[in-house]
Each structure stands twice: as C-alpha cells, then as structure tokens.
C-alpha cells in the first residue's frame, strides 16, 4: 500500500506542475499574440530590415515576414493568429481539464484508499473525457486545416484523422473503470463485515 501513496503523490505533483505549465503556456501565447499585433500594427517602414518570423503548427509552416518584409495580407495574418490562438487556448484547456481529472483520481489513492467509493465513476469520466478530447483534437485539426487553405497558407488539405491511440485509451480506462468498480463493491462488503 506504501507504494501505491507514494506513487500517487509523485503522480499529483507532476499533475500540478503540468498545471502550472499549462498556465504559462497560455501567458506566453498571450504575449505572442500581443508581439505579432504589434509588429503587424507598424508601418512597414519601421520594420526592423532583418525581422524574420514563420509560424509552424502541426505540419504547416507559415512565413509572415521576411528580411522586413510582411509577405502576406494583415487580414490573412489576423485570420492566421485568431483561429491558432483560439486552437491553442482550446487545447490548453482540454489538457487543464484533464490534468483536474487525474488530480481527483489521485486524492483517494494518497491517502491508501484506492477503492473508495465513488472513484471508479471519476475514472469512468476520464475516458469520457479521453474519447472526446480525441474526437475534439480531430476536429479541430480539420477546421484549422481549412482556415489555412482558405488563406492560402496550405496548398492542399491534409486528411482528416482522429487518433486511433486515444480511442484506445479510453477504452482501457473504461475497463479499468469496471475493475476499480469492482474493487469498490469488495471493500463495501469488507468493511460491512467488520
């Protein structure tokens, strides 16, 4: 049982530090934002000459200036730097939410009660949410596929996919569900016997 706590807490604070990382992500693409509106804002004359900038997502790459020069239309830039932004930020947030999940998981398992009632239901969620994180994460690739075509960004779309790894996850943590589910009803009857 010492293992399982142990493990538990190395597990929730790996959880909080990802949660802290999630927070400073959103910060600095915040910032990002904010940098690129301004260079985007200024004269191109007052462009510093040696200014350079490619956005890469996914497998797209994206030049926005070179050598000074604004090699695309501001408006194909704002349409660019909203749709990745909000793709980003939705992501984060579907990772935050995650993170939430596993934290509750591990409250129990802390303090060496695995089984405790309830938890298998929390576990349950967390395929859930798996399955339409994958679904989403799919999704949202194909519509930032499309802005990208639509901008001109991307000369063809790449296939739409939604990852087979994650459908499987949540399978697995459906099962899982089941044995810890299990696992509950046999510590209601041991602690009925007592």
């Known amino acids: 049982m010492e293992k399982l706590t142990k493990t538990a807490r190395v597990i929730d604070v790996f959880a909080k530090i990802l949660f802290i990382f999630c927070i400073v992500a959103i910060c600095m693409l915040i910032v990002a934002n904010i940098f690129t509106v301004v260079a985007v804002s200024l004269p191109v004359d ?10 890469d997502l996914n497998d797209s790459s ?12 501001k408006q194909q830039l704002a349409i660019y730097i909203i749709s990745a932004s909000l793709t980003e930020a939705i992501l984060v947030v579907i990772m935050m939410i995650g993170i939430k999940l596993v934290r509750r998981i591990m409250i129990p398992m802390k303090e060496g009660r695995p089984f405790e009632e309830g938890i298998s239901d929390i576990i349950k969620k967390f ?25 001109g960004a991307e000369p063809e779309p790449l296939p739409v996919s939604i990852s087979v790894e994650g459908i499987f996850a949540a399978l697995v943590i459906y099962l899982i569900s089941y044995i810890f589910r299990y696992g509950e009803e046999l510590q209601k009857q041991a602690d009925e016997t007592l």
């Open 46 to 55: 007052d462009l510093p000459k040696g200014l350079s900038m490619v956005f």
């Open 62 to 73: 994206f030049v926005v200036f070179e050598n000074g020069q604004l090699m695309i239309t």
């Open 127 to 151: 395929g859930h949410f798996v399955l339409a994180a994958t679904v989403i994460g799919g999704f949202i690739h194909f519509l930032l596929d499309t802005v990208f075509i639509a901008i």
